[in-house]
């Protein structure tokens, strides 16, 4: 018959040593055995018919009685510890201290019969034995390895951390939990080394003595320690337990030690050495270095002029041919009475000429020593003009691409350096492509942040004008990259660069308060950056140079002097006035211009060259002022103009021209300086 | 009135089940079947259907994602979550994203419980 | 020995029967999270029928030499057992996602065993019980055992009736307290018990597709 059946008083049940419980399929208590009456507090009498929450009131059963509704409804047993679970039911030993114990619940009966079975083990004494036990090892323990100066982590067989005592913490700069269940070669920088140790301790065959490794600290610093290793197991689970003692200190004594030594014999040696004529190895040395340094900087731009004038006495010869043929032209047109067509020949040969003069200027420009002089400036103009330049110098082998930014920013600096930095760089490039390649002059506007002044903490965050040239060349390491900006520094061999090119443009990038960078990768290129600020403001317009015109015809009677040693400069000067209707006297040198500034003729204007034989334009001029104070004067010169008005040169009533110019510019000049 | 059912979940069996208690409830109704998110999709956008009974655990979008998104892109479907996973947080996270919570397996009950809600709701938002 | 032909499952029963195993896991879930206190993430992306040797290759292959399992023996129409294996290493990570990492170590390799022991009862209780029920028989399920090895030391287990060529293998991923842990439940089955496992699955696929509005047969039959 399918009922409950209760099981009265049962000898064995109440032998057993253990809790027994018997629920039927509505859980309700059908056998509760003696020892659970001990262990309960409840006698059997008082929890028949009862749901096991009725009789552990307050008791959260939830596990429990899912376990019971578990056996009855799909006979699985489960199993509930009191490792997991301290506290499954309110139980007490005799000496009414707290039992604690493992519960099995398991399905009894034949079916149709549904009942539950619930079997409650002490484990009190032998849980309390183990953890005295585990407490007495932890003591013992602990107390060295909490208080360990040393570094001690307990590592699994498949690396990872599974303890790392207080100093490990401490010396590495972690929170505790922070490392468990790492990958222990994440600490390390030696991770082969780290490798090797742990291997050996797990094939149980450790060195013997201590292995040297490197860890890493949190903060990214090193830290140097030696490693000994033990391999232990815990049931089927293998370990490796490490220690690392700290050896940081005794490196940095024994580093400290063997530089002192160093220095001891080095400071030994020079003192020998000097001993012996002194002064005179000083004087020399000094004087010997500070040559060295002034003709290493001037054979680097002897040697950049060297590469240039190949290709600019091509260049010349052309133009002048340009020039003389032009000009040939004209003679046997006019001897022949034709008078058409000579405009034509006649602007070929100015223009010929100009461009002779700009290539002039600027080889003059580089090979001279002159104060840096910023202007404002529009850079792509200043570049597209050089692209021949760039094209002569880099050769057929190596193509050229000028890629120039619209809307770029203006800048200031001095336009010679600029143009002597770029071209150092394409020489620069040129020489890194022996078998030809391609080299990229790019520029465009950008923001350094201040995140990138954060890195680069020499540099203003702003807006700058970026120029980048970017070759196709062998590259450079990262070790050179570093030193690249050093002076001297250099990677082409003896007798080849002077290793001032980068130096010097360095140099005038952060006077010109910006910045260069390089970029490099072996075997790929090297791209150059020179970051020039942004110029708020406007660029001088450039004069117009107007047609010669009848408006800057002269006046009656105005008189001009020019006064120039180079008979054919002078010629050509006064010709023009001639034509423009000035009256013209003239002076070949100091004295012969002073004569006739001494005199009371009329003077309305001086044109004069600066760089004259014994006395210069300047002196003469000084002179004649006291005689004429409010003399005008027109100073010629093959310097940058605004070099002179940066040094202060020039009064009021003096004015500068550079060689060579327009014939329409001087007249313009000539007229101004006259009209006011 | 009939309404189109939309029923996914990447086991048939696990479709046939939901599909004989629809049975039972109104055997009129259109059913329609999707294996994962993507075919649901589909099936949405040329089927459009009224309800919609996901699965949780599915391959690719699981079941709580995909509802999440149903109930801002088709406010007017209703939705609900069959799943043997009764967690608490499974259940909660299926109310935050507005659909009701079946626990499988299926009962008669509990599936038409939320089809007259479901059609109580459709018919106010009709009118 | 090979089975016949005819008790390798079909994809209907495949599909059922992964449907089962989905069941038993979600509500293994539900029955964990009381243990853990917090959502478990639990799934099943595949079941399969596959031989012991497989298995065993199976298990090889994930490039774990040391498991450990939870084994459990179930009787009834369906004799066999049911292993619920994880590598070897993630045991301990296990048993942090039980007790939580505040533990020392010590005390983690202390509970190892426990911790094992029963969240493997959990999952292979709630597996079987959901898979008997569904198929409307009742199993009587062996408390919990821990064991240490290699896949053919689980598979290969003496004494007969266990003389089966047939694992069911599926996998289960495992996430709680943000601790990733894929192990398998793999049941070996006796041939009868394939036999009897398919005939169960073709008259739930028969009992769910059918229109009338019959229940499961009850329990015990």
């Known amino acids: 018959m399918a009922t409950d059946v209760s099981i009265g008083p049962n000898q064995v049940l109440d032998a057993v040593n253990g809790g027994l419980i018997v629920l039927d399929h509505s859980r309700r208590v059908v056998s509760w055995n003696t020892w659970m009456e001990t262990a309960s507090g409840y006698a059997e009498q008082d929890t028949r018919g009862k749901l096991l929450a009725e009789v552990f009131q307050g008791t959260d059963l939830t596990r429990l009685i899912f376990a019971i509704q578990a056996a009855l409804t799909s006979r699985s047993s489960t199993i509930l510890t009191h490792a997991i679970n301290p506290a499954l039911l309110p139980l007490q030993t005799r000496s009414k201290r707290p039992l604690l114990h493992d519960i099995t619940v398991s399905p009894v009966g034949v079916p149709p019969i549904k009942q539950c079975l619930i079997f409650v083990n002490d484990v009190t004494m032998a849980t309390r034995r183990e953890r005295y036990l585990r407490d007495r090892q932890n003591a013992r323990y602990d107390a060295v390895v909490a208080n360990a100066p040393d570094l001690i982590i307990t590592v699994d067989h498949d690396g990872l951390i599974q303890f790392a005592n207080p100093a490990t913490l401490s010396q590495l700069g972690y929170a505790s939990g922070d490392l468990i269940g790492v990958p222990a070669k994440d600490l390390f920088q030696t991770k082969d080394q780290w490798q090797s140790v742990l291997q050996a301790a797990l094939n149980n065959s450790p060195a013997g003595r201590p292995i040297d490794l490197i860890a890493r600290r949190r903060d990214g610093t090193p830290s140097h320690l030696e490693a000994s290793t033990s391999l232990w197991a815990s049931g089927a689970n293998n370990f490796v337990t490490v220690i690392l003692r700290d050896v940081n200190e005794r490196r940095a004594i024994s580093e400290a030690l063997r530089k002192s030594e160093t220095e001891a014999r080095d400071a030994a040696a020079a003192l020998s050495e000097l001993n012996q004529t002194l002064e005179q190895r000083v004087q020399e040395r000094t004087a010997r270095m500070m040559q060295m340094e002034e003709e290493l900087r001037q054979s680097q731009k002897m040697e950049a002029i060297g590469q240039l004038t190949g290709g600019i006495a091509h260049d010349f010869n052309n133009l002048l041919q340009g020039i003389t043929g032009g000009l040939d032209l004209v003679k046997k047109r006019v001897m022949q009475g034709r008078f058409n067509e000579i405009d034509r020949f006649i602007s070929g040969a100015m223009t010929s000429a100009s461009r002779a003069s700009a290539l002039t200027h600027r080889l003059l420009a580089f090979s001279r020593r002159q104060p840096l002089a910023p202007k404002p400036l529009e850079v792509n103009p200043l570049l597209a003009s050089m692209e021949e330049l760039f094209r002569r110098t880099l050769g057929e082998r190596v193509l050229f691409e000028l890629v120039t930014a619209g809307g770029l920013w203006l800048t200031k600096c001095d336009p010679n350096q600029l143009e002597n930095a770029v071209l150092n760089l394409a020489i620069n490039a040129r020489d890194a492509m022996p078998d030809g390649g391609k080299l990229t002059v790019e520029t465009g506007n950008s923001h350094l942040d201040s995140v990138y002044a954060t890195v680069h903490p020499e540099i203003e965050p702003g807006q700058y004008v970026c120029i980048s040239v970017t070759d196709t060349g062998s590259g450079m390491s990262a070790a050179t990259i570093e030193r690249a900006f050093e002076p001297f520094f250099t990677t082409k061999p003896i007798g080849r660069g002077t290793g001032l090119g980068l130096s010097m443009i360095y140099g005038f990038a952060k006077q010109s308060g910006g910045h260069a960078k390089i970029y490099s990768e072996l075997g790929k290129g090297t791209t150059v950056k020179l970051y020039l600020p942004r110029f708020r403001g406007q660029v001088e317009q450039e004069e117009q140079i107007p047609d010669l015109s009848d408006i800057y015809n002269a006046h009656t009677n105005e008189t001009v002097l020019v006064v120039e040693d180079e008979f054919v400069v002078r010629e050509l000067i006064v010709e023009v006035l001639k034509e423009l209707g000035y009256s013209t006297l003239e002076a070949d040198d100091g004295p012969a211009a002073l004569k006739i500034l001494d005199s009371k003729q009329r003077i309305d204007l001086v044109i004069s060259d600066i760089g004259l034989p014994g006395l210069n334009g300047r002196q003469i001029i000084d002179a004649a002022r006291e005689v004429r104070p409010s003399l005008k004067v027109l100073f010629m010169t093959g310097y940058a103009e605004n070099a002179a008005i940066a040094a202060g040169f020039l009064e009021p009533g003096m004015s500068m021209i550079t060689k060579p110019f327009a014939m329409e510019a001087l007249a313009t000049r000539i007229r101004e300086m006259l009209e006011k | ?127 | 020995m090979r089975p016949p032909a005819s008790v390798i499952l079909s994809e209907m029963e495949l599909d059922a029967l992964t449907e089962l195993v989905n069941l038993g896991v979600s509500n293994a879930a539900h029955s964990l999270r009381e243990l853990v206190r917090e959502e478990i993430l639990l799934s099943v992306p595949k079941v399969t029928v596959v031989s012991r040797d497989e298995a065993i290759k199976n298990l090889g292959e994930r490039d774990v030499k040391r498991l450990v399992a939870v084994h459990q023996d179930f009787d009834g129409d369906i004799a066999g057992r049911a292993l619920l294996i994880f590598p070897e290493t993630k045991s301990l990570e296990l048993v942090r996602a039980i007790v939580g990492s505040d533990l020392s170590l010590d005390d983690i390799i202390e509970l190892e065993q426990e911790a094992l022991a029963e969240t493997g009862n959990i999952i292979l209780n709630a597996c079987l019980a959901t898979m008997a029920n569904n198929l409307g028989r009742t199993l009587k399920i062996s408390l919990p055992e821990v064991l240490h090895g290699g896949g053919p030391e689980f598979f290969y287990v003496k004494p007969p009736p266990f003389v089966d060529d047939n694992v069911l293998f599926s996998y289960i991923n495992f996430s709680v307290r943000q601790r990733n842990i894929t192990g398998y439940i793999a049941m070996l089955l006796d041939l009868p018990s394939l036999a009897t496992l398919k005939n169960l699955l073709a008259a739930l696929i028969e009992r769910t597709s059918s229109h009338t509005t019959s229940t499961v047969p009850p329990n015990g039959h």
């Open chain 2, 1 to 127: 009135m009939t309404y189109k059912v939309l029923i996914v979940d990447d086991s048939k069996l696990a479709r046939m089940s939901v599909i004989k208690a629809l049975n039972a409830l109104h055997p009129d109704w259109t059913r329609i079947e999707a294996a994962d998110a993507d075919e649901a999709l589909l099936q949405i956008n040329q089927q459009h259907p009224d309800i919609v009974l996901l699965d949780f655990n599915m391959p690719g979008k699981d079941g709580l994602a995909f509802a999440a998104e149903l109930r801002q892109q088709h406010s007017h479907m209703s939705v609900a979550l069959v799943s043997a996973n009764r967690q608490v947080e499974v259940i909660r996270r299926s109310e935050a994203a507005g659909a009701a919570f079946l626990a499988k397996p299926l009962t008669e009950e509990a599936l038409r419980e939320f089809l007259d809600n479901a059609v109580q709701k459709l018919r106010g938002a009709v009118s």
